[in-house]
């Protein structure tokens, strides 16, 4: 995305072409409205970065089929000058050709995207404060499907190329209209440079004083003519001007002015040709940025400065014109920005009363009334440069450094500023206040942009200020940097056969016009094709699993915030579904589905006991509601923009996480699911109520601390890597690290068999997780509740003769047969004894005999004791360790 520098953000306005109404397509569904069509296939122009062109921004769809383009622009264009003065701007021979070597870098860059200008005049060739050229409106015949979905031409027929004149014009929401003509090639742009030269050339315009049939006769009958330039300056009476050229720029314009196109030269052609050899060698050629994922070396020309406070010495320099266009429109939407009230202002969009609006009806007789055709609804090229003074009036505390921050461990995330305590108050507000907050926002886009332009050596400093949050600009780059995403993934990502027909095509193309359609952009044509490849891409590169219905929801958020990028969507993707879905996408996921459901019942009762009970009593099972949350991680159930809030700090976290997160959603609904029943739940359940999803992730971060690592232990889960996530900080480490990324010990949890997991209703936890947790309880306050209490206390039910060989230090002894009796029958409540004090801390029953720990436990969940787990493997497996206390004998 290039700089902002002295250019200027502009908005303009057309109308696609409405469609007939009550109309379905093929499949059964509604067309889709041509707005949606122009909307998709605009994206790829914002891509497009050359220093010849505007770069496009941003669009947004309005009322009544309205689009609004944004897009770098810049006061002074080539039409500027007024028929029949002199020289304008020093137009001299050379200054010609130098515009023309500068407009035909821009097509030739076209040209390699797949574009074609079409539109191209000298109003739409813009110059910079330097003089250069920046062609503008270089996108309109690609977003418009070559014209197919606008009821206007694009170009202007004074400029159009005689090929194009003969196909005539089209009309799409014309019912009687023919074909769509092909569309027009390079060489038709070249035609156009050609008028477009000569008029500077003969400083008057071309066919300006004639009606439009007129211009188009004239300019058909030039086929007949040897030379057309002659021609053309006999017709417009300035021979004279035009034979006091010099040779090279007379020749240009004749080679661009051949009529027929085959005879024309391209863009690219014309750039090497001799013409231009004096004025190439001035010219550095154009090198495409690299990008963060790939093989280039990004830092390979980086030059710093010996002194970084060099670089905001002066006060008065503007650091917001170094920013990207993109950013500076991002934030100047946040400050107050409204397309529609800039274009309403100066009077581009009108509005009328309903009753002005009225279409016309014809009697019997023919007599028509009513009024013609509204005026508004055709194109209107003016661009309305929107004004940046209310966002730098917004930014105007912002002090130079907060422009260049510090990347060092040690110093603020949020740099220093006259307004440093009001950003540091900011922190504390609601995610939503913070993400339309301009000076906070600013202030975070920047740090993200240079972490993640030193990723991946800054990794860790990435995860670190995401915990913060995640600026929603800069997301889909910080996902993939959370997601570990590095190499030439576009490399990966081609070498996939994305075209062969396979079986699961089928599917896929029934899934995708279901999935998050509401969203304009994934609703497009151009969305369904891009989820269509990256979907097909991950099956065919994953032959050893399936694709299940709800994959198309995965790829929902990727694809959105990657919409340029499907290499990247498709990483992140393949990086996503190991880490969180491990085997769900087998052919036969029964077993590794179960497993997980059963854990999440475990998660329910280790966290809220009562809810779990009432649950479990009326027979609503996680069966019943949870398989598309945990197969979709809660895309299917939760809209886009709620699916980034909650991923941004599912991303933080390991394979657990999602636990919580199920949780913390069962947790806002306690109220109304504990007063309800089996039916009410499912109602309940079929149309989810409205979650607060920070409120969600708050809360699921600390059910996600509270957790001991091995609690959520699965043995279908993803096999152990080299080291383990600590998102969340040290404070929660013991409580956070994925166990399934922890080597294997003596100590270690066991597997059990899907039967045994079942019919336990408590977690087990480890002998290491009980160790590394009991020593916390001592040494570290960190690892204590807010009063200096521990967090967990060890219940050992042995016999007090067994009790006093060896227990663990600082447990505490309920023997199990001072409880049940030898029937196995409740003799007398423990939670109503000395366990009543440690409500609240997490409880580790200790046995001989795993079926004793699993009746005791069962029972302190059945009175609603939370956090009770249970030690794997029992009392034995401390044996070997040397840790367990035998007390001192009293003397």
């Given at each position: 995305?290039?700089?902002?520098?002295d250019?200027?953000?502009?908005?303009?306005?057309?109308?696609?072409?409405?469609?007939?109404?009550?109309?379905?397509?093929?499949?059964?569904?509604?067309?889709?409205?041509?707005?949606?069509?122009?909307?998709?296939?605009?994206?790829?122009?914002?891509?497009?970065?050359?220093?010849?062109?505007?770069?496009?921004?941003?669009?947004?769809?309005?009322?009544?089929?309205?689009?609004?383009?944004?897009?770098?622009?810049?006061?002074?264009?080539?039409?500027?000058?007024?028929?029949?003065?002199?020289?304008?701007?020093?137009?001299?021979?050379?200054?010609?050709?130098?515009?023309?070597?500068?407009?035909?870098?821009?097509?030739?860059?076209?040209?390699?995207?797949?574009?074609?200008?079409?539109?191209?005049?000298?109003?739409?060739?813009?110059?910079?404060?330097?003089?250069?050229?920046?062609?503008?409106?270089?996108?309109?015949?690609?977003?418009?499907?070559?014209?197919?979905?606008?009821?206007?031409?694009?170009?202007?027929?004074?400029y159009?190329?005689?090929?194009?004149?003969?196909?005539?014009?089209?009309?799409?929401?014309?019912?009687?209209?023919?074909?769509?003509?092909l569309?027009?090639?390079?060489?038709?742009?070249v035609?156009s440079?050609?008028?477009?030269?000569?008029?500077?050339?003969?400083?008057?315009?071309?066919?300006?004083?004639?009606?439009?049939?007129?211009?188009?006769?004239?300019?058909?009958?030039l086929?007949?003519?040897?030379?057309?330039?002659?021609?053309?300056?006999?017709?417009?009476?300035?021979?004279d001007?035009?034979?006091e050229?010099?040779?090279?720029?007379?020749?240009?314009?004749?080679?661009?002015?051949?009529?027929?196109?085959?005879?024309?030269?391209?863009?690219?052609?014309?750039?090497?040709?001799?013409?231009?050899?004096?004025?190439?060698?001035?010219?550095?050629?154009?090198?495409?940025?690299?990008?963060?994922?790939?093989?280039?070396?990004?830092?390979?020309?980086?030059?710093?400065?010996?002194?970084?406070?060099?670089?905001?010495?002066?006060?008065?320099?503007?650091?917001?014109?170094?920013?990207?266009?993109?950013?500076?429109?991002?934030?100047?939407?946040?400050?107050?920005?409204d397309?529609?009230?800039?274009?309403?202002?100066?009077?581009?969009?009108?509005?009328?009363?309903?009753?002005?609006?009225?279409?016309n009806?014809?009697?019997?007789?023919?007599?028509?009334?009513?009024?013609?055709?509204?005026?508004?609804?055709?194109?209107?090229?003016?661009?309305v440069?929107?004004?940046?003074?209310?966002?730098?009036?917004?930014?105007?505390?912002?002090?130079?450094?907060?422009?260049?921050?510090?990347?060092?461990?040690?110093?603020?995330?949020?740099p220093?500023?006259?307004?440093?305590?009001?950003?540091?108050?900011?922190?504390?507000?609601p995610?939503?206040?913070?993400?339309?907050?301009?000076?906070?926002?600013?202030?975070?886009?920047?740090?993200?942009?240079?972490l993640?332009?030193?990723?991946?050596?800054?990794?860790?400093?990435?995860?670190?200020?995401?915990?913060?949050?995640?600026?929603?600009?800069?997301?889909?780059?910080?996902?993939?940097?959370?997601?570990?995403?590095?190499?030439?993934?576009?490399?990966?990502?081609?070498?996939?056969?994305?075209?062969?027909?396979?079986?699961?095509?089928?599917?896929?193309?029934?899934?995708?016009?279901?999935?998050?359609?509401?969203?304009?952009?994934?609703?497009?044509?151009?969305?369904?094709?891009?989820?269509?490849?990256?979907?097909?891409?991950?099956?065919?590169?994953?032959?050893?699993?399936?694709?299940?219905?709800?994959?198309?929801?995965?790829?929902?958020?990727?694809?959105?915030?990657?919409?340029?990028?499907?290499?990247?969507?498709?990483?992140?993707?393949?990086?996503?579904?190991?880490?969180?879905?491990?085997?769900?996408?087998?052919?036969?996921?029964?077993?590794?589905?179960?497993?997980?459901?059963?854990?999440?019942?475990?998660?329910?009762?280790?966290?809220?006991?009562?809810?779990?009970?009432?649950?479990?009593?009326?027979?609503?099972?996680?069966?019943?509601?949870?398989?598309?949350?945990?197969?979709?991680?809660?895309?299917?159930?939760?809209?886009?923009?709620?699916?980034?809030?909650?991923?941004?700090?599912?991303?933080?976290?390991?394979?657990?996480?999602?636990?919580?997160?199920?949780?913390?959603?069962?947790?806002?609904?306690?109220?109304?699911?504990?007063?309800?029943?089996?039916?009410?739940?499912?109602?309940?359940?079929?149309?989810?109520?409205?979650?607060?999803?920070?409120?969600?992730?708050?809360?699921?971060?600390?059910?996600?601390?509270?957790?001991?690592?091995?609690?959520?232990?699965?043995?279908?889960?993803?096999?152990?890597?080299?080291?383990?996530?600590?998102?969340?900080?040290?404070?929660?480490?013991?409580?956070?690290s994925?166990?399934?990324?922890?080597?294997?010990?003596?100590?270690?949890?066991?597997?059990?068999?899907?039967?045994?997991?079942?019919?336990?209703?408590?977690?087990?936890?480890?002998?290491?997780?009980?160790?590394?947790?009991?020593?916390?309880?001592?040494?570290?306050?960190?690892?204590?509740?807010?009063?200096?209490?521990?967090?967990?206390?060890?219940?050992?039910?042995?016999s007090?003769?067994?009790?006093?060989?060896?227990?663990?230090?600082?447990?505490?002894?309920?023997?199990?047969?001072?409880?049940?009796?030898?029937?196995?029958?409740l003799?007398?409540?423990?939670?109503?004894?000395?366990?009543?004090?440690?409500?609240?801390?997490?409880?580790?029953?200790?046995?001989?005999?795993?079926?004793?720990?699993?009746?005791?436990?069962?029972?302190?969940?059945?009175?609603n004791?939370?956090?009770?787990?249970?030690?794997?493997?029992?009392?034995?497996?401390?044996?070997?360790?040397?840790?367990?206390?035998?007390?001192?004998?009293?003397?």
């Amino acid at each position: 995305m290039k700089l902002l520098k002295d250019a200027q953000l502009g908005a303009s306005t057309f109308f696609a072409s409405p469609l007939p109404h009550d109309v379905c397509g093929s499949n059964g569904l509604p067309l889709t409205p041509n707005s949606i069509k122009i909307l998709g296939r605009f994206q790829i122009l914002k891509t497009i970065t050359h220093p010849r062109l505007c770069q496009y921004v941003d669009i947004s769809r309005g009322k009544h089929e309205r689009l609004i383009v944004v897009a770098e622009h810049y006061a002074s264009n080539l039409g500027d000058f007024k028929q029949g003065q002199t020289v304008w701007f020093g137009f001299s021979p050379e200054k010609v050709l130098q515009i023309a070597y500068e407009v035909l870098e821009g097509l030739e860059f076209m040209n390699k995207q797949g574009l074609v200008h079409r539109a191209l005049s000298t109003q739409n060739v813009l110059l910079d404060c330097k003089g250069n050229v920046n062609l503008a409106k270089f996108g309109l015949y690609h977003m418009t499907d070559h014209g197919a979905d606008v009821d206007f031409p694009i170009g202007y027929p004074s400029y159009l190329a005689p090929e194009v004149i003969a196909q005539g014009s089209f009309h799409p929401s014309d019912p009687s209209h023919d074909e769509a003509p092909l569309p027009s090639g390079p060489k038709s742009d070249v035609w156009s440079l050609g008028i477009l030269l000569f008029e500077l050339c003969a400083r008057r315009r071309l066919l300006q004083n004639i009606e439009i049939s007129e211009k188009l006769k004239f300019i058909l009958t030039l086929g007949c003519m040897d030379d057309i330039v002659t021609v053309l300056a006999e017709e417009h009476g300035c021979l004279d001007i035009i034979k006091e050229l010099p040779e090279n720029v007379l020749e240009l314009l004749k080679k661009c002015l051949t009529f027929l196109p085959s005879k024309r030269p391209t863009p690219a052609g014309l750039l090497g040709d001799p013409l231009f050899h004096g004025i190439s060698c001035l010219y550095t050629p154009f090198q495409k940025p690299v990008s963060l994922f790939s093989s280039s070396l990004r830092c390979a020309n980086l030059q710093l400065p010996d002194d970084i406070a060099d670089l905001c010495k002066d006060e008065n320099d503007d650091y917001l014109s170094e920013r990207g266009i993109d950013e500076v429109y991002h934030l100047w939407c946040l400050a107050g920005g409204d397309l529609e009230k800039e274009l309403t202002n100066k009077e581009i969009i009108r509005s009328k009363p309903p009753v002005c609006t009225l279409p016309n009806f014809v009697l019997e007789d023919g007599e028509s009334f009513g009024q013609g055709r509204d005026r508004s609804f055709l194109l209107d090229d003016t661009t309305v440069t929107l004004s940046l003074c209310q966002l730098r009036n917004r930014l105007k505390d912002v002090a130079g450094e907060a422009y260049f921050p510090l990347l060092e461990d040690q110093q603020s995330g949020l740099p220093q500023s006259n307004s440093s305590n009001e950003l540091s108050a900011t922190v504390m507000l609601p995610l939503i206040i913070r993400e339309r907050d301009t000076e906070y926002q600013l202030i975070r886009i920047i740090l993200f942009d240079r972490l993640l332009k030193a990723y991946p050596y800054k990794k860790n400093l990435v995860c670190k200020e995401a915990r913060v949050d995640i600026p929603p600009l800069v997301r889909g780059l910080a996902w993939a940097a959370l997601l570990g995403i590095e190499g030439d993934i576009q490399a990966k990502y081609d070498s996939i056969d994305k075209d062969t027909p396979i079986p699961t095509d089928r599917q896929i193309e029934v899934d995708i016009p279901r999935c998050h359609q509401y969203d304009e952009l994934l609703s497009s044509p151009e969305g369904h094709i891009k989820f269509r490849r990256v979907l097909k891409a991950w099956v065919v590169s994953h032959p050893d699993l399936v694709y299940w219905q709800g994959l198309d929801s995965l790829c929902a958020p990727f694809l959105y915030l990657n919409f340029n990028n499907e290499a990247l969507a498709y990483a992140c993707m393949s990086a996503f579904i190991p880490k969180y879905l491990y085997n769900f996408f087998l052919k036969d996921n029964s077993h590794v589905i179960q497993e997980y459901l059963t854990v999440f019942s475990q998660m329910i009762a280790f966290h809220d006991p009562e809810l779990s009970n009432h649950l479990n009593e009326i027979g609503f099972i996680p069966d019943l509601y949870a398989i598309p949350w945990f197969l979709t991680m809660f895309t299917h159930v939760f809209p886009l923009h709620k699916i980034f809030h909650l991923w941004d700090t599912l991303l933080l976290g390991n394979s657990s996480f999602p636990f919580c997160i199920g949780v913390a959603i069962l947790q806002q609904l306690r109220d109304r699911l504990l007063a309800n029943g089996f039916n009410e739940c499912i109602l309940l359940f079929s149309d989810l109520p409205e979650i607060d999803i920070e409120r969600c992730v708050r809360e699921s971060i600390n059910l996600f601390c509270w957790t001991p690592k091995s609690a959520t232990y699965r043995q279908h889960a993803q096999p152990p890597k080299a080291s383990a996530d600590d998102s969340f900080g040290k404070a929660a480490t013991y409580f956070s690290s994925d166990y399934q990324d922890m080597a294997k010990t003596d100590l270690s949890r066991e597997p059990l068999a899907l039967a045994d997991l079942k019919a336990e209703f408590s977690p087990r936890i480890s002998a290491e997780d009980l160790i590394d947790l009991c020593e916390l309880s001592v040494a570290g306050p960190s690892k204590r509740n807010k009063g200096g209490k521990p967090k967990i206390i060890a219940v050992d039910i042995r016999s007090m003769e067994d009790f006093s060989r060896g227990h663990v230090s600082g447990s505490v002894n309920v023997p199990f047969n001072s409880v049940f009796n030898s029937d196995g029958e409740l003799v007398q409540c423990p939670a109503s004894g000395v366990l009543q004090n440690y409500r609240g801390r997490v409880i580790v029953i200790i046995s001989h005999a795993v079926k004793s720990a699993v009746m005791f436990a069962a029972h302190l969940v059945k009175v609603n004791m939370s956090r009770v787990c249970i030690l794997d493997g029992g009392i034995s497996r401390l044996n070997p360790t040397g840790l367990l206390t035998v007390p001192s004998p009293q003397i």
